[in-house]
Every structure is written in structure tokens, then in C-alpha cells.
């Protein structure tokens, strides 16, 4: 990994010659010396259908902070059966 940090004109700048331009990927990161996986992390960012990709990405932070919640509600739960099983046991 080089490093290179690149300011966000310039990435929108180059999805736009991929997009609007219609020039190919391969191409375009040639000439701009970028990789090839980093402009189509930038399509996907700043493309035509960014607003979709970044409702996929909420939605799917969404499922995974739903699913941590159940494994501890239902851990919780599990935890309170035990105990009752146990004290109405001590009770008899």
C-alpha cells in the first residue's frame, strides 16, 4: 500500500471521467496513477447510485447491531431461567 491520501475533488473528479466521460476504469487509474480497487471504491462512494450502496451499509450496520442484541437478550434470558430453576429448587 502506497498510502496516498487523496483530497475528495479529486476522487469525484475521477468518477465523473468513468461515469459521465465514459472511460474505462482500467484507464482512468492509468492515467491517474491510482489503483484500479481504489476508483471503484470511489464509484461506489461517490457514483450515480451512492445514496443505494450507502442505504445497503446502513442497513446491514443495522442487522449486525440487531443480531449482537439478540445474542445478549437471549444469553440474559437463558441466565434467568437457570436461576429460577435453581431457587425453586432451594425453596422445596
Known amino acids: 500500500m502506497s498510502g496516498k491520501r487523496y483530497p475528495e475533488e479529486f476522487k ?16 482512468v487509474a ?3 496513477d491510482v489503483t484500479v ?6 464509484v461506489r462512494k461517490y457514483g450515480p447510485n451512492a445514496a443505494e450502496h450507502k442505504a445497503k451499509k446502513s442497513e446491514q450496520a443495522e442487522l ?5 442484541e439478540l445474542k445478549r437478550v437471549t444469553e ?5 431461567k437457570k436461576a429460577a430453576a435453581y431457587f ?3 425453596s422445596d
Open 12 to 27: 469525484i473528479a475521477a468518477v465523473r471521467q468513468i461515469t459521465e466521460g465514459g472511460y474505462a476504469v482500467s484507464e
Open 30 to 32: 492509468r492515467r491517474l
Open 37 to 42: 480497487d481504489s476508483l471503484y471504491a470511489w
Open 64 to 68: 449486525q447491531r440487531l443480531r449482537k
Open 76 to 80: 440474559e434470558r437463558d441466565i434467568l
Open 88 to 90: 425453586a429448587k432451594q
